[in-house]
Structure formats: C-alpha cells, structure tokens
C-alpha cells in the first residue's frame, strides 16, 4: 500500500494543488490565538493559527475533542472576539459576524415557529428585500436543497437530515463568501449523513463558495476535503494541513481508493496516536463496573 507522501508526489497530485494555491485568499487567518477566563484560571483554545483557504476550497478541520475547532469556527464567525492575531475575509478584517460568512451548526438552529420558507426568507428580509424579492430568493434555496415539497412545513414535521439541509439553504441564502460548519452532520445517522455529504458536495460544486467545515469524523473528512487542516488539543495548535490526493469531484467510489485509505491512515496517526489509546484504557479501567468474566447475576 502506497503511502500519503508518495501519492502526494504524483504530477497530477502535485498540479492540483498548485493550481489551487493561485486562486486568490478567501480567508487567512493570522497569528489567532484565543484564551478564555474559566473559574479554573485561563484556558488557552488556540494558540498562534497560521492558515490561508482560497477561493472555492473545501477544507475540512479535525482535532480531538476539546482542541479548540468550535472556538475556531465560532471565531472566524465573529461569535467570538480574537484575544490576539487577526482575521481576513477577502481581504477585510472580521471584526464581527457579517453577511460574508454564513454559518452552520451541529443543533437544530432553525426557528420552529416559522415555516421552511420563512427560516430561509428570515435572513433576507434583515437584509431588507422585500417581501416578494424575499420569497422568490428562498424558494431558489430551497429548490437547491431539494426541498421545494416542504416549504410551507415546520420544522418539527422534518427529519433531521432535512432540517440541516433548511439550514444549509438558510446560510447561502444571504450569498455568503465563506459558509462555516461546525459537525452539521454530526447528529445524523450514517446514512443520512452519507446522503448530506454528497449533497453538500453537489451544492458547493454549482456556486462559488469557499467551505470550513468541522468534523472528528475522519471519513468525512478525507471525502469532502481538499486539504484538511489538523488541531492538536493543549493548546490548540495546527499540527499539519494535510492535501488530500483523492481527485475530485469524489464519488462514492472513491471510498475505497488508495488515495482515501493512504489520507485516512495519515490522519489516524496524527489524531488517535497509540499513546491516547493506553490512556484511553487506563481510564477505562478506573470506571470499569464489571470485568468481563465477573459472573453476571441472572434476574430470571
Ligand atoms: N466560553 C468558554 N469559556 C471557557 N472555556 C471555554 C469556552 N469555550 C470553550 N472553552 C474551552 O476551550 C477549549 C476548546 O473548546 P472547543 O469547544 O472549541 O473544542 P472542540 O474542539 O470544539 O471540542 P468538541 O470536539 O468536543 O466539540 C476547551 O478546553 C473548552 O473547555
Ligand atoms: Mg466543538
């Protein structure tokens, strides 16, 4: 099995990401680093970022639990204030959330008061379009998503892979630059979730959009990203970025490629390194009820 590096080296490989490199800088991050006060003193979530997206890329940020991914995307949102460095969108520096950046959750954000139509056309009408222009812009969204059955539905009549599919059409809705998703699929079953990766891959693919998305699923990293952006925890640094050498556009084929399993060993190694996995047992042990040849009291 060939390694990530050698794949890496290939011309075609080698081409891709050049090519990339020329479109220009959608979001540079600078020098970010993030501490909060906690009643336990400070806590330092990221700690001297350096990275650049380009325009339409796909990139994909993973890191153990705890390493600062949410923080990252909630600061590149404007949610949360730098303590130090800076943010570029374009060229303009983030100095709080704006209609450039469009964001997804893991939760379901949508407001259950309102109607598909209504979630969508929301953020429109606070752009002030009227209420015609409005709906007309919504309806588009929500065609876009596949959705167009279910305009006039709550979201409590949804399942939830068509709840995060509103909020998808909700977020590009205001045409952002940069749509920021923080484990969008991170509550759906696996097919579900299958099914919004490639419809997402399909929406990004038509409109030109460059997308950070946050994921712990190494899987769906290696088959969204074109480069994936690697956190370690305490204090959340960048570890590596690592250029995905699976073509795109990707397929479900693709899964098995050795392209695919050459990024998803590489990226195994850097977030579930073996000594995790000793302390992971060890702690394990400690809260451990019942040994596996205890013998188990029969109730019947
Ligand atoms: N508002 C806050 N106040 C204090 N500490 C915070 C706050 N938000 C995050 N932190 C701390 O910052 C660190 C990073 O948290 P963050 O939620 O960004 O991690 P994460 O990588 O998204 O984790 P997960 O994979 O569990 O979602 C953690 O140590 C967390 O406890
Ligand atoms: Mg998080």
């Known amino acids: 099995m060939k390694d990530l590096e050698y794949l890496q080296q290939s011309t075609a490989v080698k ?18 680093s993030k501490r909060f006060q906690s009643p336990k003193g400070e806590v ?15 990139v994909c940020v ?12 909630r600061t590149l949102a404007g949610l949360e204030q730098a303590s130090e460095g800076s943010i570029l969108v374009n060229g303009s520096e983030v100095t709080g ?24 056309m929301f953020g429109l009408r606070r752009a002030g379009h ?12 929500i065609d876009l998503v596949g959705l167009s059955k279910f305009a006039e539905n709550y979201p409590s009549q949804l399942s939830g892979g068509m709840k995060q599919r509103v909020a998808i059409a909700r977020a590009l809705a205001n045409q952002p630059k940069i749509l920021l998703m923080d484990e969008p699929f991170g509550a759906l079953d696996p097919q579900t979730r299958a ?30 990203a074109d480069r994936i952006l690697v956190l370690k925890a305490h204090p959340g640094e960048v570890q590596e970025v690592i250029e995905v050498a699976v073509p795109q556009p ?14 998803k060993r590489r990226l195994e190694a850097l ?19 019942v040994h596996v040849h205890d013998d188990v009291p029969s109730v019947f």
């Open 15 to 32: 081409n891709r990401f050049e090519r990339l490199k020329k479109r220009p800088v959608a979001l540079e991050v600078k020098n970010l």
């Open 44 to 58: 330092t979530a990221l700690n001297n970022i350096n990275f650049k997206a380009y325009r339409r890329e796909f």
């Open 62 to 73: 993973i890191g153990p639990s705890g390493c600062g991914k949410s923080t990252f995307v």
């Open 97 to 120: 959330p704006g209609s450039d950046r469009g964001m997804v959750f893991q939760g379901y954000t949508l407001f259950p008061w309102l109607s598909v139509k209504q979630n969508v």
């Open 130 to 141: 009227s209420k015609a222009q409005a709906e007309e812009q919504a309806m588009q969204w």
């Open 195 to 224: 099914k919004m990766q490639s419809h997402l891959m399909e929406i990004w693919q038509n409109i030109d959009i460059t997308i950070v998305f946050i994921t712990h699923d190494l899987d769906e990293a290696v088959y969204l």
């Open 250 to 263: 990707r397929n479900a084929g693709h899964l098995h490629s050795q392209e695919f399993l050459a990024c």
């Open 271 to 289: 977030v579930h390194p073996d000594d995790e996995t000793e302390m992971n047992k060890d702690h394990l042990n400690m809260v451990r009820m």
